[in-house]
């Protein structure tokens, strides 16, 4: 059987139905890989941010800590001095999980 010998209607429904599967086939492909674009470039975006935001809590951290030692020889009662110390354990605190998070995401100069 030669492909003269079918039907033009036969021909032009399988012509158009090997496009449409062609179509369909490329679109898939296309919303794979433009996920894939969208996910490096949110990779992108949100790792500066967080070495960046982690620095800035760091930074205002070793602020309060040095602020904090310089008021608890100032403070005049010891409920002042404790709450001081207080500050600077959780500021502390906050201060180690910025490096973790610097550790974890820094890549380098």
């Given at each position: 059987m030669k492909?003269?010998?079918?039907?033009?209607?036969?021909?032009?429904?399988?012509?158009l139905s090997a496009i449409l599967v062609?179509?369909?086939?490329?679109?898939?492909?296309?919303?794979?890989?433009?996920?894939?674009?969208?996910?490096?470039?949110e990779e992108l975006y949100a790792h500066p941010l967080t070495v960046r935001r982690a620095i800035g809590e760091l930074e205002a951290d070793v602020l309060a800590v040095h602020w904090g030692a310089e008021e608890v020889l100032l403070a005049e009662n010891e409920q002042e001095r404790?709450?001081?110390?207080?500050?600077?354990?959780?500021?502390?605190?906050?201060?180690?999980?910025?490096?973790?998070?610097?550790?974890?995401w820094y890549l380098g100069p």
């Open positions: 492909l003269r010998d079918i039907k033009i209607g036969a021909q032009l429904q399988v012509g062609l179509v369909a086939i490329l679109g898939v492909t296309a919303w794979i890989q433009s996920d894939r674009v969208w996910q490096a470039t404790r709450r001081i110390i207080e500050i600077m354990g959780s500021r502390d605190a906050n201060a180690g999980q910025q490096f973790d998070i610097l550790y974890e």
